[in-house]
């Protein structure tokens, strides 16, 4: 819903622009730490490394985009009943809806996902994934946790288990899903040691 336009406020954009500083004058240093760590992610997933990684890894050529559309469909529901449409792929890609759906046409036409009628309303499509998928993400995540690993392999157990919790709860994986490290599974109190 877009917000309508006050027609009685100034155009003149250096009035709107804030007055107060951007940042504080003694930034929080974990958060400075956080979000340098965080561009150097984006800038890693923009030059392509993990997708280099895993094109080296596998044992025929792929259009990685095949893999982004799998992930999307695989993911797990949100709430109870969700069905993947396009427009949910598009929702987790981040993608506009007919750019999702060039990539799920894309991914369908290659045989790794299928459109289904859906449960709830026999009018509209779903997705979900082929044999071929299946294994495509099975073979996706096998290499993506090989270089992760190769990433941490001189880390501490103790640190493995730590990032991967607390990069959980920061990337808003919900508490109820599968993929949540949880500490307690492990034979470990999360609040141990501290």
Known sequence: MTKPVDSTSSSDAS?????APLTDPE???????????????RRNQTKRTLGRFV???LDRSIDLTHTVVVD???????????????????ERLAVDPSRASRLVAA?????YVRRVPSQADSRRACLELTEAGH??????????????GEIMQDWSARDRKDFARLLSKFAGV???????YDLAEDGEDEHAGN
């Open 107 to 111: 991914s369908v036409e290659a045989g």
């Open 27 to 41: 930034p929080d240093p974990a958060l400075v730490a956080v979000e340098r760590a965080m561009v150097r992610i």
């Open 55 to 57: 094109t080296s890894r």
């Open 135 to 148: 294994d495509l993400a099975a073979l996706a995540h096998r290499v993506r946790q090989e270089y992760f």
């Open 15 to 19: 009035e709107a622009a804030p007055t």
């Open 174 to 180: 919900p508490v109820r899903s599968q993929y949540v």
């Open 72 to 90: 999307a469909v695989e993911e797990e529901p949100e709430e109870p009943g969700q069905e993947v449409t396009v427009g949910l792929v598009a």
